[in-house]
């Protein structure tokens, strides 16, 4: 195997392992949507929209703890604030997406049965997702650039270990 095919099966892994985490992590805040959802709205007298808001509004913050702690653990920690204000506002247009979908649904149709709710709130939450997943990842958890990845997994172990993983420079 050639070393542009094996970079590429290697950058594809990655992507692979991202995706899979994304989805765990997601999964579960799909979970919390989707039960704070039927919760609110079979419990109390919110509007439809208002309760998917809501439910959306505290799975996007159980979400960032699982983005940044499992996820993207492994991504620039540099810029907390910046982190989070552009995480906010990509979340925030995914809720418009998602909550969008179902208020057109609920009032420009008028489908707001219980399972018909959960259907295209489960819709809106699989077209944000999509766009969660592009914007976290290019604009959110950005990746190390190569050499600072290399430097901080160096630093875990220790000065010694570190020095000998430098390859000795031998001029050709």
């Known amino acids: 195997m ?13 992507l692979m392992r991202e995706v899979a985490k994304f ?8 979970l919390v949507n989707l039960a704070v959802f039927n919760l609110v709205r079979h419990t109390t007298e919110v509007p439809v929209v208002r309760a998917s808001i809501l439910a959306t509004v505290i799975a ?6 699982g983005f940044r702690y499992f996820t993207y653990r492994d991504r620039d920690k540099s810029g907390r604030t910046k982190e989070l204000t552009l995480f906010l506002l990509f979340s925030v247009i995914g809720l418009v997406i998602e ?12 489908w707001d049965s219980p399972l018909q709710s959960n259907v295209f709130k489960f819709l809106g939450i699989g077209i944000a997702t999509l766009f969660r997943f592009w914007s976290y990842r290019t604009w959110v958890f950005r990746a190390l650039p190569a050499r600072e990845a290399v430097h901080t997994a160096e630093s875990f172990l220790g000065p010694r270990r570190a020095e000998r993983a430098e390859p000795d420079r031998v001029s050709r």
């Open 60 to 65: 996007i913050a159980f979400n960032y703890v």
């Open 2 to 14: 050639s070393y542009r095919g094996g970079a590429l099966r290697g950058q594809l892994d990655q």
């Open 99 to 110: 909550n969008g979908i179902l208020y057109a649904a609920t009032y420009g149709y008028g």
């Open 23 to 30: 989805g765990a992590v997601g999964g579960m805040g799909l």
